[in-house]
């Protein structure tokens, strides 16, 4: 093997040394070795040498070194990827951030908190627990992964289910590109509008940009879990429980399950004294209000028992429960004890094609005569078939590797994805391209080119070659497709919305996207469809309970400016196979491709809908004070079903509208009816509405006059808090609706400003300013290019500040 | 007798061959390791020195000197606390690692370039001696209540910058494990920290410590361990612990003949002399082996390295804290404190200690017990490798410390002098304030109160 640093001991390493001084810098032959290696078992090389700055102006200073001299560079967490993202090439130098550690001080009104990348994921939950808070992506390496790790493979956990995967925890990130900039991804708020560089960079995999320092969103410790544990005589019975449990409409935080090999490791290694002689164990977790909890857990149950589990025990403490905790995530670490070697794999399918999958993996188990132990995050369709082997035995090797393949096919051929959480580094570059079609391919590649044109940002991952022979396109949905068993539905761009949430709310599931448009004049705009709802990240005001559109939609069809379509994502609840296209779009117009059709995923509508009004006292400063505690107060509660929001009379600032979903249980509202009177005194007005008929019986005159029908609103993208809180509130009291989860706030004035806030669009019958200009700190030349890559004849609408050279 | 410590040329490469295979490179063990989060480097964690080893058994790359400063040293930084043994889900044994340093000290160390003590060799030597230590702990107390005068309360932290051979020599003073020789010291300095003030019997300075009933027939034998350190350098302590366990009825008895364990031998490169050490200690107590005589240590790390004597050793010696916890301690008052504990990795990582000490705790009316973050990581204070990794087990000493004073805590409490030591050099920069006290003392204090209160 040639040996650079011996061959070449350039220039570059003095230059390096400057820069980090003697102990910033490792070049000796421990180091090269053990730096060569991830979790993944794959390797490439010997690095040049590893670098270890010690702030972000080291790192950059470093990278952009090495781009001047051409040396690829490959940024490194705490190497526990499983794809081999982290694993350097003969001659590159590795970038490590485990010195970039600090954390910043948790805000706990907006839930959020700055961190640098090296940070490892517990410790951000661990530095927010004083405030009740945590960081819900928990893979299961948590407590050794880092921050930036996780964001760059976009990292999955068990409890991803209820949350989310990373990125959906993401508010903005700094990063370095390949000349060492100092760049933003430019968002105040995850709903903001624009191309989505977050959705981007998160799960790049260190080949389009070094994460700095992330902006983190956190949420709060439920006040009560509860967590079940199963046994199943039989595989497929599972299987088919996971997906009972969520198409029944219960709403569990983690549905995860190891099968019967996995057990026996486990066994082995934590003598939890499980059974043993059983298929399948599942472990389903539910969190919120103690009785909701309860209730849960009874229906699930006897929903577990019902689909063949043998039996089933609730944990009877924390100490139990983390215990459980435990047995599941060192299941991965466990498999050492079953064979020196083994193939890992991350597919992922539509829940509903869990049960048929899992079948099929047995007879693929069979047919190569492979031992094969299996994790699943089943609540995602999400499974992690392990293949044994021993490296020193050819033909166990290479049996291995078929049965592993084979599953892979099984799992595309349900639709699925052959990554979830993992990434594709470059132990999946072989199997990508049976998923990706052609121009996806193409597309990615191109923006790769414009981040990295010297293909010096971790060369060798994510893309396989031009010429590898990709998948055919994947025909779009001709009209509104509900997939029930999968929890999905796809649509044309062209469908109404109103009429696909319609159908979806009869048999209680929705869009959780602000609307509960029974009629066409109603929430988003009158007569939406699903492509504007994707182009423009409509968030309506009235009754938003849950995120925005990005954090449903799944799998996309677009079209370039020069009319090329494609298709990207997958119709499952995680995909981390590539650049995240379908994300990075939604929301940016219409500027850089069309939508043409989309896949969602669906949640269960809540039972009903709490509504309240007080009247607010004279005095305007204490007005002030009241609605600040009024908005900490719901900014802590967010439901499974979503948080409350509150609107403040937009025609006399005299009184405060309390709206929050809810479960149809004298318990649920009474809860937060009881806060409030705390806070507010007695309203004046309440009732209780089942929620999909909601928008019949709340008029504007309940709500203030516009909220519901009034489709012309101005969205406010800076939040209370940025500006000091009560400093804000009186003038915006007037006019707004103040919503907690994620944290919004609208105005029905056109021309509102704010000093500080900045007005994202205008609607006005469904029509959408184009996005706006970027903040500084966003690299507007990419965005020109990528303009070029996507609409090169400029068909179609370019806003004024994407004409124009790159400046 | 055979010894049973090896040197590496005994161990059998193809089985810790197959035992390496074990690890699957997950990385989990990497926030365990102290050394890792000190500085960062993977080199210095687990899976970087496993990686290593791997290379040193089978070399796959001609290009790598296997054996080169950068690989022994990598062993060599290994404190040995076994936290990632404890870690690993896929159980790797620490014995690996073990391997891996028995080979970076059998490399004479001008060669491999690994560093040496920053004390003196004479004065290293004499380490595992109780008498010498005895003076050294006197000095030491001397130097520091000079130095208190002259430099203030605070002076570990306004020295720690000084030019190196100060440096060294204040290092030394600060980590050197102490304790409240008198009682009356050590009554009037919790009593401090709880805000009262105990009636001494009889009003006299002369303090009576806790009452001894008759020795009951029924009570379990003890021979006890001293151990270097804790009879040299806390003897006030040592007394208080054997006092303790005389109140709960047990029949003591002090082989005269024992000596150190042969730890601090060991890990200093003398394999002759710990094994003479050894088997003194075997001749010393082959009476309480024979008639089921518990051998109960009062140090973590003599506790551990005993049970490594061998089977008879591993199964017939009981660490202080197990063997206190499993008795009918002598009622406790209350003492209105939060206490921290800190583990000592060789009770916690090497003994599987995690639950005892805390129920010992939990036992003394009115006291909080909090919990630091990374309760599985090492101190730093490692004995003999704190002396010749001093700016890193600093380093190590200052985060633990500030992880304990994180929690908010009146008063720290451990069970090993080395960790004693170290975490009150660390603290002394950290949070001067914040003391910390072997666990027995405060649990002598406790049963005390109770005496106390309990006279007219
Ligand atoms: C036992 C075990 C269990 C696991 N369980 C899960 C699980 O439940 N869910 C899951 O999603 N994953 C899981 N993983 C995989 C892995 O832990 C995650 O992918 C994790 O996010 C990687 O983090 P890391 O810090 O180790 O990154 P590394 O392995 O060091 O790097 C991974 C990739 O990220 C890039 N990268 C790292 N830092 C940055 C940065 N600052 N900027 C840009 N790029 C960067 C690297 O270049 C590389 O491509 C598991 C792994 C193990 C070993
Ligand atoms: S020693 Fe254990 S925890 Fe560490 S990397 Fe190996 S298998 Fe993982
Ligand atoms: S024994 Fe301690 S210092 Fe050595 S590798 Fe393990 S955790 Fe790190």
Redesign the interface.
């Known amino acids: 093997?040639p040996?650079p640093i011996?061959e070449n001991p350039t220039a570059l390493l003095s230059g390096l040394r400057e820069i980090l001084g003697d102990k910033g810098l490792?070049t000796?032959?421990?180091?090269r070795?053990?730096?060569a290696?991830?979790?993944?078992?794959l390797t490439l090389g010997?690095p040049l040498a590893v670098a270890?700055p010690h702030d972000e102006s080291q790192l950059r200073r470093v990278v952009g070194l090495c781009r001047a001299a051409g040396v690829p560079v490959v940024c490194r967490g705490?190497?526990?990827g499983l794809s081999g993202g982290a694993v350097p090439g003969n001659g590159a130098l590795v970038v490590?951030t485990?010195?970039l550690?600090d954390l910043g001080p948790v805000d706990s009104l907006q839930r959020r908190v700055r961190v640098q990348p090296?940070v490892?994921n517990?410790g951000v939950s661990?530095h927010a627990s004083a405030s009740g808070l945590h960081f819900a992506p928990d893979p299961s390496?948590q407590?050794?992964?880092s921050i930036g790790g996780n964001i760059a493979e976009n990292a999955g956990g068990p409890h991803c289910l209820r949350h989310g995967v990373t990125l959906q925890h993401l508010v903005s990130l700094e990063w370095s590109d390949a000349d060492g900039r100092a760049l933003d991804t430019g968002r105040a708020v995850s709903v903001e509008r624009g191309l989505d560089l977050v959705s981007l960079l998160c799960g790049s995999e260190g080949t389009l940009g070094l994460v700095t320092s992330a902006d983190l969103k956190l949420v709060d410790n439920p006040a009560d879990v509860a967590t079940l544990l199963a046994f199943f005589p039989d595989l497929d019975d599972a299987a088919g429980a996971a997906v009972g449990l969520l198409g029944e409409g219960l709403a569990p935080v983690a549905v995860e399950m190891v099968d019967q090999a996995m057990l026996l490791a486990v066994e082995e290694?934590f003598g939890f004294g499980f059974p043993t002689d059983v298929a399948a164990a599942m472990i389903t977790e539910f969190a919120g209000q103690s009785e909701a909890v309860a209730e849960d857990c009874e229906r699930a149950s006897a929903l577990l028992r019902r689909h063949g589990a043998r039996e089933v025990r609730q944990a009877a403490d924390e100490s139990e429960r983390a215990e459980l905790w435990k047995c599941r995530k060192?299941?991965?670490?466990?498999?050492?004890?079953l064979a020196?070697n083994y193939v890992s794999m991350d597919v992922v399918v539509p829940l509903g094609e869990l049960p048929g999958l899992v079948r099929e993996i047995q007879v693929i188990k069979a047919r190569h005569g492979v031992e094969i132990a299996t994790t699943f995050h089943a609540g995602d369709g999400n499974l992690h078939p392990g293949v044994h082997y021993d490296e020193r035995d050819p033909d166990q090797s290479r049996r291995a590797h078929a049965a592993a393949d084979a599953i892979i096919r099984a799992a595309l051929d349900r639709d699925g994805s052959v990554t979830g959480e993992h990434g594709v580094g470059i132990e999946k570059l072989h199997v990508l391209p049976w998923q990706l079609g052609d121009e996806t391919a193409r597309l990615q590649r191109g923006i790769k080119e414009i981040f990295d044109p010297q293909d010096i940002l971790n060369p060798g991952k994510v893309h396989p070659p031009a010429d590898a022979g990709f998948a055919a396109l994947k025909p779009a949905p001709a009209g509104i497709d509900f997939h029930w068993a999968n929890l999905t539905v796809s649509a044309p761009a062209d469908a109404s919305l109103a009429q696909l949430q319609q159908s979806a709310m009869e048999r209680g599931f929705w869009i959780p996207v602000g609307t509960i448009a029974l009629d066409e004049g109603v929430g988003l705009g009158r007569g939406t469809t699903v492509g504007n709802l994707v182009a423009e990240l409509l968030t309506g005001p009235a009754l938003c309970p849950g995120g925005t559109v990005r954090d449903y939609l799944l799998e996309l069809w677009a079209e370039t400016g020069d009319g090329h379509l494609f298709h990207a994502g997958a119709p499952v609840f995680k995909n981390v196979a590539g650049y995240d296209l379908v994300h990075m779009l939604c929301g940016s117009g219409r500027v850089w491709a069309q939508p043409r059709a989309a896949t969602f995923q669906l949640r269960p509508v809540p039972e009903c809908l709490g509504y309240w009004r007080f009247p607010l006292p004279s005095d305007e400063l204490q007005d002030v004070a009241r609605l600040d505690r009024l908005a900490e107060y719901l900014a802590g509660r967010d439901g499974s079903l979503g948080g409350p929001m509150m609107i403040v009379d937009a025609q006399s600032a005299r009184s405060v509208v309390v709206m929050a979903p809810g479960r149809n249980r004298p318990w649920d509202l009474d809860r937060i009816e009881k806060d409030l009177v705390n806070l507010l005194g007695k309203p004046t007005e309440q009732i209780a509405l089942p929620f999909n008929r909601a928008s019949e019986i709340l008029t504007d005159e309940l709500i203030g006059g516009w909220a519901l029908n009034s489709s012309d609103w101005t969205f406010l993208s800076r939040l209370p808090g940025d500006e000091g809180g009560s400093n804000f509130w009186p003038a915006a009291m007037r006019r707004l609706i103040w919503q907690s989860t994620p944290r919004l706030v609208w105005s029905p004035d056109p021309t509102t400003t704010f000093p500080g806030w900045h007005a994202d669009r205008f609607c006005s019958e469904g029509l959408v300013l184009p996005p706006c200009a970027p903040a500084p700190g966003v690299p507007r030349d990419f965005l020109k290019r990528m303009k070029i890559l996507f609409d090169p004849s400029g068909a179609l609408e370019t806003p004024r500040w994407l004409e124009g050279q790159d400046d | 007798m055979t010894d049973p410590r090896p040197s590496s040329a005994v161990m059998d490469v193809d089985h810790l061959d197959e035992l390496l295979?074990?690890?699957?490179?997950?990385?989990?063990?990497?926030?365990h390791c102290a050394t890792?989060l000190a500085t960062?480097?993977?080199?210095q964690?687990p899976?970087?020195r496993l990686?290593?080893l791997g290379?040193l058994i089978r070399p796959s790359?001609t290009?790598?000197?296997?054996a080169?400063?950068?690989?022994l040293?990598?062993f060599d930084q290994c404190i040995g606390c076994r936290a990632c043994e404890t870690a690993?889900?896929?159980?790797?044994p620490f014995t690996l690692l073990e391997y891996g340093q028995l080979r970076a000290t059998e490399v004479p160390p001008l060669r491999s370039g690994l560093p040496v003590p920053a004390v003196p060799g004479a004065v290293l030597r004499r380490m595992d001696q109780t008498a010498f230590l005895g003076f050294l702990s006197r000095v030491g107390d001397l130097v520091r209540g000079v130095l208190t005068v002259v430099a203030g309360k605070t002076w570990r932290r306004r020295l720690a910058g000084g030019p190196a051979g100060t440096g060294r020599l204040v290092r030394l003073l600060g980590s050197l494990p102490t304790s409240a020789r008198s009682d009356t010291e050590l009554v009037k300095m919790l009593d401090g920290l709880c805000g009262r003030e105990t009636q001494l019997v009889g009003g006299s300075p002369n303090f009576v410590g806790l009452e001894i009933p008759d020795h009951l027939p029924s009570g379990p034998g003890v021979a006890f361990f001293r151990g270097c350190a804790n009879a040299g350098l806390l003897p006030g302590t040592s007394r208080r612990l054997r006092d303790l366990l005389s109140a709960s009825g047990c029949r003591l008895e002090e082989p005269g003949s024992q000596d150190c364990c042969g730890a601090l031998a060991t890990h200093t490169g003398r394999p002759g002399r710990a094994a003479d050490l050894r088997r003194r200690n075997r001749e010393a107590f082959a009476g309480a082996l024979t008639d089921g005589t518990v051998i109960v240590a009062e140090a973590a790390g003599c506790s551990h390295e005993l049970k490594e004597y061998g089977d008879d050793f591993r199964t017939g010696v009981v660490d202080a804290v197990v063997m206190l916890a499993g008795l009918d301690l002598p009622p406790m008052g209350s003492v209105p404190l939060k206490v921290a504990y800190h583990d000592p990795c060789h009770a916690r990582h090497g003994q599987g200690i995690i639950d005892e000490p805390r129920k010992l705790l939990a036992a003394i009316g009115g006291l909080e017990i909090v919990e630091p973050?990374e309760p599985e990581v090492c101190c730093g204070s490692g004995g003999a490798w704190g002396l010749r990794y001093p700016e890193l087990s600093d380093e190590l000493g200052r985060r633990k410390a500030a992880d304990l004073a994180a929690t908010g805590a009146d008063l720290v409490v451990t069970s090993n002098p080395g960790c004693l030591g170290q975490i009150a050099d660390g603290l002394q920069v950290i949070a001067p304030d914040l003391p910390i006290l072997p666990l027995t003392d405060l649990l002598w204090y406790a049963a005390l109160l109770r005496i106390d209160s309990s006279r007219p």
């Open positions: 093997m040996d011996r490792l000796d032959d421990a180091a070795l053990v730096y290696r991830d979790a993944s078992h010997r270890l705490t190497g526990t490590g485990s010195r550690t090296g490892l517990d661990r390496s407590s050794a992964a290694a060192k299941a991965f670490g466990a498999v050492g004890r020196p | 295979r074990q690890c699957v490179q997950c990385g989990l063990c990497l926030p890792w960062g480097n993977e080199v964690s899976r970087g990686l290593l290379e790359d290009n790598t000197a296997a080169s400063d950068a690989f040293q990598a690993c889900p896929s159980g790797v973050a």
